[in-house]
């Protein structure tokens, strides 16, 4: 199946700071892709739709000033949380849609991001 | 409001038993739902997913089915083995390679 990456896998950082999540796709190009996040034994969040070429698309409720998305390029999508505060603190994945007929997602491997 | 629930956070079953997993929604819209395990700190990984047009998907060890009158769908693997011990999450999508809605995840134990 296809692969998705992230980088870092786990960052700490200061509060007030900015961190930057990177997903990559390595075998395959996507020109959309999904970013979620997940507090501790709840489901996963979609955050917003990173679009190649364009702006991302945010879900309510998400501040587009704070979660900063890039797409680049059709393979790299990156997420900056700016300005982080420990209500960030979660674990951030990101997916991008396959091209199979089962109409699934891959998904990187997340990034645990714990803001001090 | 959740418009995929998973009304059980977990389920222990013996090896060897079927373990099944059920998911609920809402939406009469989403056109097609899959499953996902997903271990700690890891990414979820596509288990099986099934099209609205379809009442039943299987592959290998595991069977999902869904009663669209009914909006729910369950997973069954069988036989159930000590790896499968994950969480697992139910989703859906409104559309064709569309985000996804998840449920809550269901804690599944296997239990040799």
């Known amino acids: 199946g296809a692969v998705v990456s992230q980088h870092p896998s786990w960052v700490i950082c200061k509060s007030g700071t900015s961190v930057k999540i990177e997903c990559r796709s390595l075998d395959f190009q996507a020109t959309t892709m999904f970013w979620y996040r997940q507090f501790p034994k709840q489901s996963l969040m979609l955050m917003a739709t990173s679009n190649e070429g364009s702006k991302a698309t945010y879900e309510q409720g998400v501040e587009k000033d704070k979660f900063l998305i890039n797409h680049a390029s059709l393979t790299l999508s990156t997420l900056t949380v700016t300005s982080a505060h420990p209500e960030d603190s979660s674990f951030y994945i990101c997916s991008a849609p396959g091209i199979s007929r089962y109409n699934e997602q891959f998904f990187g491997p997340g990034t645990r991001l714990t803001v001090l | 409001d959740q418009q995929v629930k998973q009304n059980s956070p977990s389920l222990s079953v013996q090896e060897g038993r079927i373990s099944i997993l059920n998911c609920d929604y809402t939406n009469s819209m989403f056109d097609y739902f899959l499953w996902y395990k997903k271990y700690p700190a890891e990414g979820p990984t596509f288990l099986i997913s099934?099209?609205?047009?379809?009442d039943k998907n299987e592959d290998g060890r595991f069977t999902v089915f869904l009663n669209k009158s009914a909006k729910h769908l369950s997973l069954h693997i069988v036989p159930s083995q000590p790896g499968d011990s994950a969480v697992y999450f139910c989703?859906?999508?409104?559309?064709?390679?569309?985000?996804?809605?998840f449920g809550k995840g269901t804690k599944l134990s296997v239990k040799p």
């Open positions: 989703a859906a999508s409104p559309g064709s390679q569309g985000n996804l809605i």
């Open positions: 099934i099209s609205s047009i379809k």
